[in-house]
């Protein structure tokens, strides 16, 4: 399917991270959005207030996150493309609520735009600190998506690529941005609607009577209904059969979790985002994401006319993490080099992969700023001297 043609704003455009988020939302079909405002993703939903009644969607001040990550999910049941947008502490709220989602599969999109923490901490300032949290935050087995923009045009175009995954696996995909780029100001060009390719929901055409909300085929993602249309439904965070019923056993326990991992990560492959630059042939491999993936770049500039074989690896999908494409690369490396706005939580799944077969290194940062370049330098430099 392609884009709604009176919707989309096409042409080219001098506006933030945050603003191209919202104008990727409406171009990627989203009519419905709740939210709580907090800095610094308030412009998400300030434009979208302002956008939504020109398109045709709807969006509601919730009293708070908790709400807000609810009430997208009823307008997902009533047949709408959804999502809601906050920052750290706004996402510590919504984790009970990602959890149901999964359990749920249903399809919607988180927005976090990253600040630093913990609580209150810097709010207008940037960091990386919500990563883990990402994949974590809520509680049992499950797994999310999670998608990561190191500019406003790529606010824009992973913003649609958010909901293209959301309804092609029905999980929650989260989009973390962090304050600099939500901030900043780039051109963005948004192309015309009928170059723009939506993954539009795939409604089951079975009678009432023959379906049932959790039965799946080789997708492993179940077709999905809508409140009003005549079909019994039945929604709940409890352990539930093919019907949605509650089934309280280890056997469905088992069947269900299985599935709901499973369609994530073995399509790990398909959903995998990176970029590669000069990797083929590299001694050291610096891996980043957002913000902190153009900070690097003067950093490998200048190793490399000092003669080092440096290679970059940006993650735009970070979260499912590309275990087995590490693992493969920690093989042919000697050393990977990890700066991130944090103290440490994406290095850990780097090594955790390498396993042994490459050093790895951590460049941290605690958020508030990005790194001096010439820090992400001196540890490309050290890190085979002082393995």
């Known amino acids: 399917m392609k884009a709604e043609k009176n919707a989309v704003l096409t042409g080219a455009h001098f506006i933030d991270g945050d603003h191209a988020a919202c104008e990727g939302a409406i171009a990627a079909g989203c009519k419905f959005v709740a939210g709580y405002p907090i800095t610094p993703s308030t412009e998400v939903i300030e434009r979208i207030a302002l956008r939504f009644p020109l398109v045709g969607g709807v969006f509601i001040q919730m009293e708070d996150e908790i709400a807000s990550s609810i009430a997208i999910q009823g307008a997902v049941w009533a047949g709408k493309k959804a999502m809601t947008v906050t920052s750290g502490p706004g996402f510590s709220l919504m984790m009970e609520h990602i959890g149901y989602a999964a359990i749920t599969e249903t399809p919607c999109v988180f927005i976090n735009v990253q600040r630093s923490g913990p609580s209150t901490g810097l709010p207008t300032l940037p960091a990386q600190a919500d990563m883990m949290q990402a994949r974590w935050g ?37 989009v973390m941005m962090d304050e600099c780029v939500g901030h900043m100001t780039e051109k963005v060009v948004i192309p015309e609607a009928d170059q723009i390719d939506i993954v539009e929901r795939k409604f089951t055409k079975k009678p009432p009577g023959e379906y049932k909300m959790f039965e799946t085929n080789e997708s492993m993602v179940p077709e999905m209904i809508k409140v009003g249309d005549g079909y019994r439904m039945h929604l709940t965070g409890l352990t539930h059969d093919e019907r949605g019923y509650p089934a309280m056993s280890p056997k469905v326990q088992q069947k269900m979790l299985r599935r709901l991992v499973d369609k994530i990560l073995l399509n790990e492959e398909k959903i995998r985002h990176i970029e590669e630059d000069e990797v083929e042939g590299a001694d050291i491999v610096v891996i980043s994401y957002g913000i902190t993936s153009r900070v690097v770049l003067p950093a490998i500039k200048k190793a490399r006319e000092d003669g080092l074989k440096v290679g970059h690896i940006r993650l735009l999908t970070v979260w499912p993490f590309p ?62 001297e002082h393995a």
């Not at 499950?142 to 992973?158: G, H, K, M, R, T």
């Not at 090594?351 to 700023?369: D, M």
Request: glycine fraction near 6%; hydrophobic fraction near 45%; proline fraction near 6%.
């Open 138 to 174: 809520s509680h049992g087995d499950y797994e999310v998506i999670a998608i990561v923009p190191n500019s406003p045009q790529e606010c824009f175009d992973l913003t649609i690529r958010a909901f293209n995954l959301a309804e092609e696996y029905r999980v929650p995909v989260l």
């Open 323 to 384: 275990e087995a494409y590490i693992r493969d690369l920690a093989k042919r490396v000697s050393a990977f080099v990890v700066p991130e706005l944090n103290l440490g939580q994406i290095v850990h799944e780097v090594e955790r992969c390498a396993a042994g077969h490459a050093v790895t290194r951590l460049v941290p940062h605690a958020g508030g700023a990005v790194h001096e370049p010439v820090d992400i330098y001196d540890a490309i430099k050290g890190v085979l």
